[in-house]
């Protein structure tokens, strides 16, 4: 269904910088899961460059093998294993599904997932990204080092996670809190991906920084205290700090997500979550379309004064 629905949109005309931002913004808070914060953290990764490489190709590339579709299947195919024989599949040695031990040896099932998927991300995703970005910014004859830099929110994202969860001094996993922290993770990272789509569609300045990264900055300086001398913070305190920054994630999230939607459907004229009887301002027929999935009046570069700038 995820690869299906810009076709539906364009065959009934209503495809629209509005159905993009929604599509993939609401693919950004799907990353959240009590599966482990590797785990969970890594589909992050793609998700990002992918975002990344469209802001500056205008072009979201889907390779042969990707998350829409192979993804999802795969995902669900463990999923189900999981769920017929029992989480203690991922700790069997590898051998006992495949008799190789002169390659797998003692390794388990979860020893070689990590490899596994970082693997696939820096193999078969991120040099596609990197090379698409690169050939775009060369054909516009502009800089290229640069957007590097834009690499700063998952940056700062990835290593303030890590800095958080992985301290001995934190207790989040210890007490079990993963799965709120996961949840609390989607709406940030949404938030960081949706901004780029939204300067995107808007060919506004790549977003650097959101709010919501403050708080993330400052549970892993709270975790990490005892490094500065200072005493740690108990496990009382850190969970209603992740409680509150739970409450905060969700409430400017979706004050920004109304706000946009509400500028985006005034601006075109159309509804959300809506199909009207007559096609979307500027689209004669659900084939009038570009390659990318917007009729040429849906284009971002008349939108300038759509942002909104709270952060």
Known sequence: MDNIDGKQARRTGQSSGLGELFDHG???LNWASPKGVFTALVPCLPMFFSTWETYHTHTLYLG???GPTEGLILACTFMSLSGYYGPQIWTQPMTDFIDRPDIFGHYSVVDIWIPIILGTFFVAHLPACVINVIRARRANNLPVATVFLEWTPMAVFVTSIGSWLYSPYSTIMRENHLVLFCLTMSFVFGRMTTKIILAHLTRQPFPYWTIMLLPLIGGAILGNLPRAGLPAVTASAEVW???AYFVFAVLVYFRWAILVINSIC????INCLTITE???PGQTSGKAQT???M???HRPTKKRKLVARDD
């Open 295 to 297: 009729s040429s009046s």
């Open 266 to 269: 005034g601006y075109l004229g």
């Open 26 to 28: 609401i693919d950004s």
């Open 278 to 280: 007559k096609p979307a």
């Open 241 to 243: 700090y992740l409680r």
């Open 64 to 66: 042969y093998f990707n």
């Open 291 to 293: 390659d990318t999935g």
